[in-house]
């Protein structure tokens, strides 16, 4: 997607072989590295060549959570030598040609050390580094307080924009609220259907006839031939902006399945459900967040369905900033209890015995980043920034791969 977008800026239709020589002004690596297939590789060599340049300003991914797979490559660095990484043999030769021995640089990387647990100590490593743009709304919110640790109160997060392969739907309102976005006039028609009205054609809202803290799923018709086409994402319109009078929004789920999702007469995206309860994203991300400091600060995590006892429980998967925090025993009493207070059909059958307390499940760094590597690799040509880790994981596949990399229990 990134070198799409960046030859159809540029009207570059070029061959493969000039792209891989190719540096554009500003970019801290070579095209090369965007045509890298496998996940590990293409951030190791990202990571790498914006190490290598102490003046880096600003980094740009498309999801937030891409800033937790990053890597250490000092000894890169110093020997000037490209690893054999997997997936880039086709570029590894214009690649090499960037990356040349700076035993200075990585002398003055190896003095900052990883001294990882002091806020801001990525700015030690690129002191220039003013901005990090990134999507960090919906699944993507958790990661915000480790990201703010990592490179402290001088390095602005700013959001980008609502998009997706299908189309492009919003720009960031404000960059500094990561979750306020303006609905773009373009040539592709957007239309919302409320979440509680029926799914009916008769019952779509036009750009200029939503109603303020309604929430909708929003419909796309496209110049490439989709037609009323549900995108899949539920937002929240707050107001208009007084220039165009286009929607201001607020993304408030994503949806797991483009098939209808009416429970009840009322819409439901990425949900989970063990008994006659209906448990929703948005609810499982408030009760966590509420938990985060329990546990010792939550960078990202999934819910699946556990059985392995006599009564169902939600499984929560959590993968942890640093150690376990001190209190984090009192956790799966404390997601049942916030979970009791925000869904009253949770707290009927908790209390009727058909729900359990949740369990909390502990996985080892990084599992969430080698997560989106295997989607990757098993789906058959994901593209790297596709892939996020759904909010609920019902697959037994996912939800065994999962269960193999569990350090602990609360």
Same mark, same amino acid.
């Given at each position: ?32 590295? !965007? ?31 891409? *800033? ?18 997997? @997936? ?17 640089? !990585? ?117 490439? @031939? ?8 539920? &937002?929240? /319109? /707050? ?8 929607? /201001? ?19 439901? =995206? ?32 999934? &819910? ?6 006599? &009564? ?12 376990? @925090? ?6 799966? !009493? ?17 209390? =009727? ?6 369990? &909390? ?36 596949? !996912? ?8 350090? *602990?229990?609360?």
């Amino acid at each position: 997607m990134t070198i799409g977008v960046i030859r159809v800026s540029n009207d570059m239709v070029r061959s493969l072989i000039y792209l891989c020589v190719y540096v554009f002004p500003n970019f801290s690596s070579s095209l090369a590295v !965007s045509f890298i297939r496998n996940y590990k590789s293409f951030l190791f060599m990202r990571a790498l060549f914006a190490l290598v340049e102490p003046k880096l300003e600003t980094i740009n991914t498309f999801f937030a959570t891409t *800033c937790r797979d990053l890597y250490d490559f000092v000894r890169c660095i110093e020997t000037g030598v490209i690893l054999d990484l997997d @997936g880039i043999d086709q570029v590894k030769d214009s690649l090499q040609r960037f990356l040349q021995p700076n035993p200075d640089r !990585s002398q003055k990387l190896r003095k900052i050390g990883k001294a990882t647990e002091t806020p801001g100590w990525f700015r030690k490593i690129r002191p220039e580094l003013r901005v990090i743009l990134a999507t960090a709304s919906g699944p993507c919110s958790t990661v915000i307080p480790e990201i703010r640790h990592y490179f402290g109160p001088d390095v602005s997060l700013e959001t980008l924009t609502i998009a997706g392969s299908e189309a492009f739907l919003a720009w960031a309102y404000n960059p500094r609220d990561l979750n306020l976005y303006k609905v773009v006039g373009s040539d592709d028609v957007i239309e919302f259907l409320s979440v509680d009205e029926p799914e009916e054609s008769r019952c779509l809202a036009q750009t200029w006839n939503v109603d303020p803290g309604k929430k909708y799923e929003v419909v796309l018709t496209t110049r490439d @031939g989709f037609w009323r086409y549900r995108l899949g994402d539920v &937002v929240e /319109v /707050v107001g208009f902006d007084p220039r165009d009078e286009q929607p /201001v929004i607020r993304y408030v789920e994503v949806c797991s399945t483009h098939t209808s999702r009416r429970l009840n007469d009322s819409l439901f =995206s990425v949900h989970i459900r063990i008994a006659n309860e209906v448990t929703t994203e948005t609810q499982l991300h408030s009760v966590i967040d509420e938990t985060s400091d329990l546990l010792g600060g939550v960078s990202e995590f999934c &819910v699946c369905p556990d059985y392995r006892e006599s &009564v169902g429980r939600y499984a929560f998967m959590v993968e942890l900033q640093g150690n376990l @925090g001190a209190n984090a025993i009192k956790a799966p !009493s404390s997601l049942h209890t916030s979970l009791q207070n925000l869904n009253e059909n949770y707290l009927r059958d908790s209390l =009727s015995g058909k729900i359990d307390v949740p369990a &909390v499940r502990v996985l080892r760094p990084g599992t969430f980043g080698e997560f989106r590597e295997w989607k990757i690799r098993t789906s058959g040509g994901t593209a790297v920034g596709q892939v996020k880790v759904p909010v609920v994981v019902w697959g037994e596949g !996912s939800r065994m791969w999962l269960e193999e990399r569990v350090i *602990c229990d609360v």
